[in-house]
């Protein structure tokens, strides 16, 4: 399969006042085309700082893309600049963020923002992408849409404001769309809108899509492949199914312990997993998940595990699924 994405040994840090704070510590992962792909895993574990990262979003300083390639279509894009991120952003490359206050152009009228990447980047008319315009917003739900578009962002409400934002990622028709926690402010129906949107942006046009979120139920209904991440590494990766029915490192088992699944008794309790991450200003030598883990070794404080195959689809880095580890097993 053709990746569209290839991130390799990524890097992150943030230099703050009392020291750097690696958010990011060596994530691998790639994208295939067209394919929708979710990461998960707690606040704070580095997905929406990689998300960031991709499209170097992220300011630097404080931050710091300190080692590793993102290779997009093949291209690396850490070593491009602003310059050529600025063409690749909105043109191949959409994103759809948690706060659409800090994405949207405060001094720019909605309609403006939308028409623009289409004016640059798709050399359509005005008037063509004045139209296209009012169609994309008709799409996201937003009523009077001819009026709308004159207005700017203070003038529309916070879900409003959310629908926009994606109808300007939505705008070129992006080969790989990023979205980080898209419907989490919206309304259910609304919610249910939007994703269906990227769907079909999907099926029709190929778009490939990472998603981040924290709802179990959105991942299994929207996306192909899952990667967990914890304390700024890739813990586990895998189909679905693989993560859902047959997951094997001991934080992913924990993190679907504490939610809610429809396919199982409503009568079990939830267990939150207890405790909180480490502390990544002084991240630990050994596994992240240690001080968590009620199978913690010996091994696990001293050395970091690696991610190694359960099977062809499935990864996951443990110390007890170490191929030469003694009890393997599914459970
Ligand atoms: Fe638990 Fe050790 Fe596996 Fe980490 S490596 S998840 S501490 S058993
Ligand atoms: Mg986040």
Redesign the pocket.
């Given at each position: 399969m053709e990746r569209i994405l290839d991130v390799k040994d990524l890097h992150v840090s943030f230099h703050t006042y009392a020291g750097e704070v690696k958010a990011v510590r060596g994530v691998n992962f790639h994208v295939n085309r067209g394919e929708a792909v979710a990461i998960v895993g707690e606040s704070g574990c580095g997905k929406s700082v990689t998300a960031q990262s991709l499209m170097k979003l992220i300011p630097m300083p404080p931050g710091d893309i300190k080692k590793g390639e993102i290779l997009f279509n093949g291209e690396n894009l850490v070593n491009k600049s602003n310059k050529e991120m600025e063409a690749i952003r909105g043109k191949d490359i959409g994103m759809i963020f948690q706060d659409p206050m800090t994405s949207l152009n405060p001094t720019m009228t909605i309609g403006n923002q939308i028409t623009e990447g289409l004016i640059k980047h798709q050399n359509m008319s005005r008037t063509d992408a004045r139209n296209r315009a009012i169609e994309l917003l008709e799409l996201v739900g937003i009523p009077q849409p001819e009026k709308r578009i004159e207005q700017y962002p203070h003038e529309f409400s916070g879900g409003m404001r959310q629908r926009a934002m994606i109808a300007i990622a939505l705008a070129c028709s992006p080969k790989l769309l990023i979205a980080d926690e898209p419907t989490t402010a919206l309304d259910v129906t609304i919610q249910a809108q939007i994703l269906d949107l990227m769907k079909d942006l999907q099926k029709k046009m190929g778009t490939s899509i990472i998603l981040i979120t924290h709802d179990l139920g959105v991942v299994a209904e929207m996306c192909e492949r899952v990667i967990v991440m914890y304390a700024g590494k890739v813990?586990e990766t895998g189909t679905v199914d693989d993560i859902f029915y047959n997951p094997q490192?001991?934080?992913t088992k924990g993190l679907l312990r504490s939610v809610p699944r429809l396919d199982l008794n409503r009568d079990e309790p939830l267990t939150p997993i207890f405790g909180t991450p480490p502390d990544l200003l002084r991240p630990p030598t050994?596994?992240?998940?240690?001080a968590?883990?009620?199978?913690?070794?010996r091994?696990?404080?001293e050395m970091?595990?690696e991610l190694n195959d359960v099977s062809s689809t499935q990864r996951t880095?443990?110390?007890?699924?170490h191929p030469l580890a003694q009890n393997r097993s599914g459970s």
């Open positions: 813990i490192h001991p934080y050994g596994c992240g998940f240690t968590r883990c009620e199978s913690a070794m091994v696990c404080q970091d595990p880095a443990c110390w007890l699924q």
